[in-house]
C-alpha cells in the first residue's frame, strides 16, 4: 500500500477512497495526503515530491542538498509535523509515513517526530545531502553500540527504496533502518516508476 500512496500523493485531485482508506480532509493539504482505514484502524500519510514548477518546493530540494532542511527553514515541514501529529492524536500510532523524493524526505522528517511503537516511514528514492553521510554513518554505528537507544528505535521504522544509481538518493543508503535496492526499469533512475 505505501507505493500506491506515494503515488496517490502526486495526484491534484486525490481520490476519497483508496482500497478502504478514507481520505481525511481535515488533515490533508495540497502536498500531504491522510488516509485512515477504519477498519484495521492504520493511517497513512502520503507526501507528494518535487513539483518541478513549483518555487517553494524547488527552494526545499536546495535546502536538502545543504542538510538544511527543518522546521525552522521550511514551511512545509512545519505543515507536514502538523498533520502528523494531528493524525496520530486523532488515530493512534498505527502511522505510516510514506513519499518519493522530496515526499520521502518529508516522511523521514514527519514520522521521526512520532512516538515509535507501530509507526513507519516508507521513502522512495528519497531526497538526500552529501552532507547526511556522516550522520548515516554515525546512526549505523550506534545501531551496533546501542541498539535500544531512542535514535536508533526510530531509524529501525524507516525503510528507503532506492535504485542505488539515483544522484538524488545515493547519500542516503547509509542509515541505521533497512534499504531496498531495486533494479532500475527506466533511464530516469530517480523517478518513481522504477518501482513495482
Do not use: C, W
Amino acid at each position: 500500500m505505501s507505493l500506491e500512496f506515494a503515488k496517490e500523493a502526486y495526484s491534484k485531485s486525490p481520490r476519497e477512497n483508496v482500497n478502504g482508506y478514507m481520505l481525511d480532509k481535515s488533515l490533508s493539504n495540497k502536498k500531504t495526503y491522510t488516509y485512515h482505514n477504519p477498519e484495521t484502524k492504520q493511517t497513512y500519510i502520503a507526501h507528494r515530491g518535487t513539483d518541478p514548477k513549483d518555487k517553494k518546493d524547488l527552494k526545499n530540494d536546495f535546502l536538502i542538498t545543504t542538510g538544511l532542511l527543518n522546521k525552522y527553514t521550511s514551511k512545509r515541514v512545519r505543515n507536514a509535523e502538523k498533520i502528523a501529529k494531528g493524525a496520530q492524536d486523532k488515530y493512534g500510532t498505527n502511522i505510516e509515513n510514506v513519499g518519493h523524493s522530496l515526499g520521502a524526505t518529508m516522511a523521514e522528517k514527519t514520522g521521526k517526530k512520532l512516538k515509535v511503537e507501530n509507526s513507519k516511514v516508507t521513502g522512495y528514492n528519497p531526497g538526500m545531502s552529501p552532507l547526511d553521510i556522516p550522520k548515516g554513518l554515525y546512526n549505523k554505528a550506534k545501531s551496533y553500540i546501542a541498539p535500544n537507544s531512542k535514535d536508533v528505535q526510530k531509524q529501525k521504522n524507516v525503510t528507503r527504496h532506492t535504485t542505488g544509481v539515483d544522484p538524488i538518493s545515493m547519500s542516503g543508503m547509509i542509515h541505521a533502518g533497512k534499504t531496498v535496492l531495486h533494479k532500475p526499469k527506466q533511464l530516469n533512475v530517480h523517478g518513481l516508476s522504477n518501482f513495482s
